[in-house]
């Protein structure tokens, strides 16, 4: 999980919150040097994390729970308002016709984080276009078609050009009616030089960009917050992409960056796969930080895997009763669409992540894989039909997956068992109505 050390003191202190008999001033001081000690470790700004620890203290001690709030939870919702604070204000990307400038210096993911960009727009139903406005560094352009290819975008660049904006002027030009969502990726440097701030400049009073997004390394550490600092200073950024977030022990630094200079982050990397790309919310990342979950992320991940599907015809089929193996499939390519399982579980409430081990489920994902290769194998009429598989057909099917007998049988069980939930559930009238209309399927 991102930020592992960090989540782990937190977690234990808000246990420690939690299992108090008695919340007075001696457990209220314990709690803030416990904080102090774990956001420290995770290198957040020493300023940032005084003016926390006093605000916590001062509310915790002077502020009366709300009716129906016990001391304890009231404690635990003061710590996660506070976290939430110095991590700043959130704020979305509007889902529109837009210019993005993706700017930042060498080696802190820009390039790799314009194709994340692009697949998350695309995931919307837009039409994304990469443009290669870095002309300095040789390999930057091969770089960026590279990924325009593999994530299945738009992409311009002149491999003979050294002038940035007149690159970028055409590739505009170019993509005015073939795309909704242009990202430029723009020249990096080893630091942030004068001619490195003229050309950004010179891009920006050019093409007028909608959004400029600073990319930077979480693993920089407290050196975050000057960076940001001084891009913003040049060029006024309107959001930070936080990258590699899943790989330094230091993030914390990084994070509070973005409360130092007023800029929100806006996404966060948090792994090498396109997909690996989340929104930033300060309240559901503190949530998951905290280990009470994060439901918001968990529904729009699910909304996104279901989306060109229809929604209400399948869960109304689902409440009736009626399952078969076509129906399995596609549950498990709802799964599959939300990411790896580790990473849906670190949504969960109640700490889910921390008792569910990665290597089970490394073995779940990997079973799901297994049974949808399994259920290739079969005829559409064996998937819609299932009793109709016996001994010869499990043969054969075992045969066209390459897996053996009882592979196949593992699916059938599994369907078995499955199908004989949806049908307990379907006989409950009162939840199948809830249900529905929760999904806003109730008319």
């Not at 992409?155 to 904006?165: E, H, L, P, S, W």
């Not at 396109?274 to 309240?283: I, Q, R, Y």
């Not at 700490?351 to 894989?369: A, I, Y």
């Not at 699916?411 to 199948?432: A, C, H, I, P, Q």
Request: charged share 30%; net charge positive.
């Amino acid at each position: 999980m991102v930020l592992d050390n960090l989540g782990d003191s937190l977690k234990r202190t808000i246990k420690k919150i939690a299992n108090a008999v008695h919340v007075d001033a001696q457990l209220v001081k314990e709690v803030v040097r416990d904080i102090q000690r774990a956001l420290l470790q995770s290198d957040v700004n020493v300023k940032l994390v005084l003016e926390l620890s006093r605000k916590i203290e001062q509310r915790a001690l002077e502020e009366k729970p709300p009716a129906g709030m016990t001391n304890r939870e009231h404690v635990i919702h003061i710590v996660y308002d506070e976290l939430v604070r110095i991590v700043g204000a959130s704020r979305e990307l509007a889902i529109r016709k837009q210019i993005i400038m993706m700017v930042g210096l060498y080696g802190q993911g820009k390039t790799t984080s314009c194709g994340k960009l692009a697949t998350f727009f695309k995931r919307k139903g837009l039409r994304p276009a990469l443009i290669a406005g870095d002309v300095h560094r040789p390999a930057a352009f091969e770089q960026l078609k590279q990924i325009s290819e593999q994530v299945e975008v738009l992409f311009y660049g002149d491999k003979t050009q050294k002038n940035a904006v007149k690159v970028i002027k055409e590739g505009i030009d170019r993509f005015k009616r073939t795309a909704d969502v242009i990202i430029v990726d723009t020249s990096g440097r080893h630091k942030l030089e004068d001619d490195l701030i003229s050309e950004m400049k010179d891009i920006f009073k050019a093409i007028k960009p909608d959004e400029k997004l600073l990319v930077m390394d979480a693993a920089m550490g407290q050196q975050a917050g000057p960076q940001a600092k001084a891009f913003n200073d040049a060029i006024g950024i309107t959001g930070i992409v936080l990258t590699k977030l899943d790989g330094t022990a230091k993030g914390g630094g990084a994070l509070s960056a973005a409360s130092e200079v007023g800029a929100p982050i806006v996404f966060v990397g948090t792994g090498e796969h396109s997909a690996d790309f989340e929104k930033f919310d300060p309240s559901g990342f503190i949530s998951r930080l905290l280990g009470m979950g994060d439901i918001k992320s968990l529904l729009e991940r699910a909304e996104e895997s279901l989306k060109g599907k229809d929604a209400e015809k399948t869960a109304r089929k689902l409440m009736s009763g009626k399952f078969n193996l076509n129906d399995m499939y596609e549950q498990m390519n709802m799964i599959s669409g939300m990411g790896p399982l580790s990473k849906v579980a670190e949504m969960l409430p109640g700490g889910m992540s921390g008792k569910l081990k990665k290597v089970d489920m490394d073995e779940t994902q990997n079973k799901l894989k297994r049974f949808r290769i399994i259920m290739d194998s079969m005829t559409n009429e064996e998937r819609e039909n299932p009793e109709i598989i016996q001994a010869s057909r499990v043969r054969r099917i075992a045969k066209g997956a390459g897996v053996e007998h009882k592979d196949v049988k593992e699916v059938l069980k599994y369907y078995n068992m499955t199908k004989r939930m949806m049908k307990g559930f379907s006989s409950d009238r009162k939840m199948r109505r809830n249900l529905m209309r929760q999904l806003d399927f109730g008319k």
